[in-house]
T-cell receptor, first 116, second 115 residues
Framework: DAGVIQSPRHEVTEMGQEVTLRCKPISGHNSLFWYRQTMMRGLELLIYFNNNVPIDDSGMPEDRFSAKMPNASFSTLKIQPSEPRDSAVYFC??????????????FGNGTRLTVT | AQSVTQPDIHITVSEGASLELRCNYS??????LFWYVQSPGQGLQLLLK??????LVQGIKGFEAEFKRSQSSFNLRKPSVHWSDAAEYFC?????????????FGTGTRLQVTL
């Protein structure tokens, strides 16, 4: 089991550029979550999918953020245009179902985004 | 809304010493509670969870936690810390649901282990 795979591990970009973060969940998991971690706000849920369908995107900070899950093995989080305040570590996590009593969340190693 | 508070931002212990990390929850009913560990450059890993039943729960890596309703606490303990335990530890709750989308994390406690 390769775990949740995120790419890239690090991304440095200039303000105004488009940024795309990628995630491959664990095979067989049907729920996928995108989190953002910052010193100021801690760990925040941005959006989650169940069976490739976005269920709750209320945590997405602005319209500049969008996420897709075209199939069960791939998801993207896009920021367009990026701003310095978007600098953070972005985590993807997956689980089998949304009931974490039965199936815990498995986190990827994160993408550290720096917007200059 | 449910929340958890971790009052200690940073703790330093000597290798071999015992450890207790504090977590207080705020919720009217019995909440679902979790402890996660985040090693440098890694994602979060679940250490243990509490839903109901026995208030002392055992987790991985020799950790345990005790749910105390009277103190609204769910403190994490380990009898003898190893240098590899140096990491950041997060307490979390999902309220009275076991739903991942409702997970709320504490601000974390960074553990430093001295040799």
């Amino acid at each position: 089991d390769a775990g949740v795979i995120q790419s890239p591990r690090h991304e440095v970009t200039e303000m105004g550029q488009e940024v795309t973060l990628r995630c491959k969940p664990i095979s067989g998991h049907n729920s996928l979550f995108w989190y953002r971690q910052t010193m100021m706000r801690g760990l925040e849920l941005l959006i989650y999918f169940n069976n490739n369908v976005p269920i709750d995107d209320s945590g997405m900070p602005e319209d500049r953020f969008s996420a897709k899950m075209p199939n069960a093995s791939f998801s993207t989080l896009k920021i367009q245009p990026s701003e310095p305040r978007d600098s953070a570590v972005y985590f993807c996590a997956s689980s089998f179902g949304v009931a974490i009593g039965n199936s815990p969340l498995h986190f990827g190693n994160g993408t550290r985004l720096t917007v200059t | 809304a449910q929340s958890v508070t971790q009052p200690d931002i940073h703790i330093t212990v000597s290798e071999g010493a015992s450890l207790e990390l504090r977590c207080n929850y705020s919720y009217g009913a019995t909440p679902y509670l979790f402890w996660y560990v985040q090693s440098p450059g890694q994602g979060l890993q679940l250490l243990l969870k509490y839903f109901s039943g026995d208030t002392l729960v055992q987790g991985i890596k020799g950790f345990e936690a005790e749910f105390k309703r009277s103190q609204s606490s769910f403190n994490l303990r380990k009898p003898s810390v190893h240098w590899s335990d140096a990491a950041e530890y997060f307490c979390a709750t999902s309220g009275d649901t076991g739903t991942a989308s409702k997970l709320t994390f504490g601000t974390g406690t960074r553990l430093q282990v001295t040799l």
